[in-house]
């Protein structure tokens, strides 16, 4: 199936450092997500962009829906240990009607180093 | 609490026998999915259902089956078709709608299967 493009793969970062990472599609998308995982448990929301340029906030995660509707941005700042596990996007392609489905990136895994 | 249950937290069984995953949620969603995670595959949808007694398949359905006899129900059984069970097996639920902000999914703790 379709999939999203994330990048980086991997970051292995020191404590306070900002952290960047993206996801980018072939095709125009209608919704963005952001989610983290930590190992062995399920994902869980972060972050959550319905708006073409929409820009929002939850507390240190900063999160925008590109104006092209192709992609999206991730923005950890100041980093602490705690960060660490798998970030993934997932977005709906427009043009699916009633088909909830989300198309899912492959995953950025970091690492903090304290 | 509301929320998206899964059961067992792991689950062993040998090779050639049919198991069932167990997905409960009382968020009062109306869609719920059923992933599958392998190591750096990212998620897989197995199967989805945005309806009660409907269900659609997803992109790697071989070898799985669902039911959806209750809203806040959502079972999985691998069957011995399914090649390669050995998984991280994800349940989610979302609301129905006109909004976009139904397409946000809310995921249970997964259960990890162990085939012998």
């Known amino acids: 199936g379709q999939q999203l493009n994330q990048s980086p793969q991997s970051m292995f970062i020191q404590e306070g450092e900002d952290v960047s990472m993206n996801c980018t599609s072939s095709s125009i998308f209608n919704t963005w997500l952001w989610y983290k995982q930590d190992p062995g448990e399920g994902p869980v929301l972060l972050i959550a962009l319905y708006k073409a340029g929409e820009l929002t906030s939850n507390g240190r995660l900063t999160a925008q829906f590109g104006i092209t509707r192709k992609d999206s941005f991730l923005n950890i700042s100041a980093s602490i240990p705690s960060d660490v596990g798998i970030y993934f996007c997932?977005?709906?392609?427009?043009?699916?009607?009633?088909?909830?489905?989300?198309?899912w990136g492959l995953g950025t895994s970091l690492a903090v180093n304290p | 609490d509301g929320g998206i249950t899964q059961s067992p937290k792991y689950l062993f069984r040998k090779e050639g026998q049919n198991v069932t995953l167990s997905c409960e949620q009382n968020l009062n969603h109306d869609a719920m999915y059923w992933y599958r995670q392998d190591p750096g595959q990212g998620l897989r949808l197995i199967y989805y259902s945005q309806i009660v007694n409907d269900f659609q398949k997803g992109d790697i359905a071989e070898g799985y089956s669902v039911s959806r006899e209750k809203k806040e129900s959502f079972p999985l059984t691998v069957t011995s078709a399914q090649k390669n069970p050995t998984a991280f097996y994800l349940c989610?639920?979302?609301?129905?709608?006109?909004?976009?902000?139904?397409?946000?999914?809310?995921f249970g703790p997964g259960t990890r299967l162990t085939v012998l």
């Open positions: 997932a977005g709906r392609p427009c043009g699916g009607g009633n088909n909830r489905k989300l198309i």
């Open positions: 989610a639920s979302s609301p129905l709608g006109a909004s976009g902000r139904t397409d946000t999914q809310y």
